[in-house]
């Protein structure tokens, strides 16, 4: 009898994690990137060239450091803006200006008050359904007298939210209208505590029940020390923890149009870094909203006056670029909306 039942519980065992394992091949098998072309032809339009010079432009000293509330910091925010016009990207309707005002009662003591920027290009099939691409505005502005330029911090992920909004408006100007609402949103008091896009989340613009996922940059343009021999890498941290196919939608991108490592390292929910509920994404992670963190790591010149605009790598930066916007693609363009679960 014992034997018995010992061998019919190693049958359902077994039955149960063939299920999982089918279930999850499934999965992988229905994520499937149609118009190959046509999507290599617009991520062939993020431009090494056009990424060097917002990354020049944002990090540059005239911008003191970018500190939220400053002067420096807030003619950033406007050079945002006039791009987004530049480009004919819209404003939210009820935004028109592309600012939504942070007020400095919800920032730490002593700043001023500030604002996230947005904008977006409306889904042709689903517009009320919303991809979110982030990255923060803001850096440590001047400290002992030095300019902090936070070029990679986040000058980097700055210009690749740009340099995506191009792309994406120019296939959707070609006719590639995205299915679902794309929105660019740079967000402000990131360094200070994550406050502009925990206002946000707080005081969404479009509703967070039909905020189908969010891809948060903070940093894409160095490579740190343990990948200096094989710089051809990314981390990802976070996309696996609401959504079990979020994670296989950007590691099929990533098979099908960029090819780097993508290291899970920082992913690790015992990881002594934290890195999870250290920028953006995790205010919308909170409100169960499915994210991904690109990253490259630390770096010799993290949180210091020499993190300029010569040391980026704007290969790399173009390449992780690329694969930020293929997995935007993919959500903004699958048949079925992102599901939020974990199998
Ligand atoms: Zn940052």
């Not at 015992?270 to 790591?297: L, Q």
Request: hydrophobic share 35%; net charge negative; charged share 25%.
């Amino acid at each position: 009898m014992k034997i018995l039942v010992a061998s019919v519980l190693i049958l359902v065992g077994s039955c149960a994690t063939l299920r999982h394992s089918e279930k999850i091949e499934n999965l992988k098998n229905s994520i499937q990137f149609k118009d190959k072309a046509v999507i290599y032809k617009y991520l062939s339009s993020i431009e090494i060239k056009q990424l060097k010079s917002h990354v020049e432009e944002v990090s540059s000293d005239k911008y003191e450091g970018r500190m939220t509330g400053e002067t420096g910091h807030n003619q950033v925010c406007n050079y945002l803006r006039e791009y987004y016009k530049s480009q004919s990207i819209e404003a939210p309707e009820s935004h028109a200006n592309y600012y939504q005002f942070v007020p400095k009662e919800v920032l730490p003591e002593g700043l001023n008050n500030s604002q996230n920027v947005i904008a977006y290009i409306k889904g042709a099939e689903f517009p009320e359904e919303y991809v979110f691409i982030t990255a923060h505005s803001d850096h440590e502005g001047i400290i002992n007298g030095e300019i902090y330029n936070g070029a990679d911090d986040n000058g980097s992920g700055t210009a690749a939210v740009l340099e995506m909004a191009e792309a994406f408006k120019l296939a959707s100007e070609d006719g590639y209208h995205p299915k679902r609402s794309i929105v660019f949103l740079h967000v402000t008091a990131e360094e200070v505590g994550l406050h502009g896009s925990r206002y946000y989340a707080n005081n969404p613009i479009f509703p967070l029940e039909n905020t189908i996922s969010v891809l948060n940059i903070d940093m894409i343009g160095r490579v740190d020390e343990p990948h200096k021999e094989n710089e051809n890498y990314i981390y990802i941290i976070g996309s696996d923890r609401l959504s079990t196919e979020l994670h296989f939608i950007a590691q099929k991108a990533n098979q099908e149009f960029t090819n780097l490592e993508l290291d899970y390292t920082f992913n690790e929910k015992n990881d002594v870094n934290n890195y999870y509920y250290r920028s953006d994404h995790y205010n919308f992670a909170s409100k169960g909203i499915p994210v991904i963190f690109f990253f490259n790591g630390e770096h010799d010149d993290y949180t210091k006056p020499t993190d300029t605009a010569d040391k980026i790598n704007y290969p790399l930066l173009a390449k992780r670029t690329k694969l930020i916007m293929s997995t935007a693609w993919y959500l903004a363009n699958s048949p079925n909306r992102l599901y939020p679960e974990i199998i």
